[in-house]
């Protein structure tokens, strides 16, 4: 029987080389099986090698409850040709407002996403994923976020999510 990892701990943030992380295997019913460093493990959108995915570098302003993020996706990224994979942008984005809401909340997880795409990012483009906390309701954190290009001038995605503080009385998120 195979087991499966539901819980692989990303260590890396913001630019620089991917650093070891743990790894932490459960079971089928998700009760912890053993915790082990696993040289391999990497978070994912550092998982690429330098300059061919995914190139970013994130700023959180802890005043305004914003997170900035520059992006530039390269070619192991492509989706239409010429042109950056939905689910590469989905994952800057999950990444972005993500990072926001783990530097507003602590410990949160990922909800809810609706990503609205309006125009295509051209492969190897610089964009600029800006990210702010809406409000805070018990344990659920709404961020959004807009995708533009550097100048402003074209909005390529808009994005709305729930983040959820994890129970410390859950024994698994
Ligand atoms: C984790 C540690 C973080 C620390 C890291 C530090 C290092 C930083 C490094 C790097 C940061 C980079 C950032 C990365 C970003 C990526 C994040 C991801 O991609 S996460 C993976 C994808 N997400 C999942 O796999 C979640 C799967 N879902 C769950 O586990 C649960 O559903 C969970 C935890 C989200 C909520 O479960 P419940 O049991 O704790 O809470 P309930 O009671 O169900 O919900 C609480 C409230 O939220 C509402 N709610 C829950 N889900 C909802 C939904 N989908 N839509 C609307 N409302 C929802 C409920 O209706 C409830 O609302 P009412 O309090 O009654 O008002």
Known sequence: MSIPINLVRGRGVGSGRPRQDSLCLRGADSKPVK?????????FPRSLEEGLGFEYAMF???????????????PYLQGIPGFLHGGA????????VGMCAVLTGGAVMTANLNINFRRPIPLCSVVVINSQLDKIEGRKLFVSCNVQSLDEKTLYSEATSLFVKLDPKKTSP
């Open 89 to 96: 942008i989905a994952t800057m984005i999950d990444s972005t």
């Open 35 to 43: 915790e082990e460093p696993l040289s391999q493990a990497r978070l």
């Open 60 to 74: 959180h302003n802890q005043v305004e409850n914003r997170t900035v993020c520059i992006l530039q996706g390269g």
